[in-house]
């Protein structure tokens, strides 16, 4: 298979690089310093692995001596606990699609201003937008102080059973000098 990237120059000369035992490293700057290429050692190694060059030999590990050699501990019987299921092999919980309470229903008409018509005393309450295509509106009637939401739905939104994180007090604070 000829690479339309690879003369047969440069191919035949890795080869012969390659086969003399250079790596493909050197052997890519030998092609580079011979024909004013640019081949990097990975195409140069990809280039030979298409060609059915095979990869050089490398030296193996140095052979074991007798005396060298490690005697295995014998082993120990098995437990029960040895074959416990790890913690993650465990099975993920089957999850049910869960129906939507219906919301709560709040006594106001709302505005039904998009998101470009708020304006920055306007409730964000959403409407709409369940149904695929459906557009999404605002209430957009004045906002309750330090909320984002007018009063009705500021209620709507609140848990009404949950107290407040922490009781507010208005005690009065004195300054002291130090001495």
């Known amino acids: 298979m000829e690479s339309a990237g690879w003369p047969s120059s440069h191919c035949e000369a ?20 011979r024909f004013g290429t640019a081949y990097s050692r990975d195409a140069a190694l990809g280039r030979a692995r298409r060609m059915g060059l095979g990869e050089p030999a490398r030296p193996g590990p140095p052979p074991i001596r007798a005396e060298e050699r490690v005697q295995r501990p014998t082993e120990r019987l098995r437990s029960a606990d040895d074959f416990r299921p790890l913690e993650f092999f465990r099975r993920r919980p089957a999850f049910v699609p869960v129906e939507r309470a219906p919301l709560r229903c ?18 964000r309450f959403p409407y709409g937008g369940d ?44 300054l002291v000098a130090s001495v």
């Open 14 to 33: 890795l080869r012969e690089f390659v086969t003399g035992g250079m790596s493909y490293r050197d052997a890519a700057n030998a092609l580079n310093a």
């Open 106 to 123: 709040v006594e106001v008409v709302p505005r039904h201003l998009s998101l470009i018509e708020l304006g920055r005393g306007d409730c």
């Open 131 to 174: 149904l695929d295509g459906e557009a999404i509106t605002f209430c957009g009637r004045p906002r309750r102080k330090g909320s984002s939401y007018c009063a009705p739905h500021l209620h709507l939104t609140r848990e009404p059973f949950v107290p407040a994180a922490r009781p507010v007090s208005a005690a009065p604070l004195r």
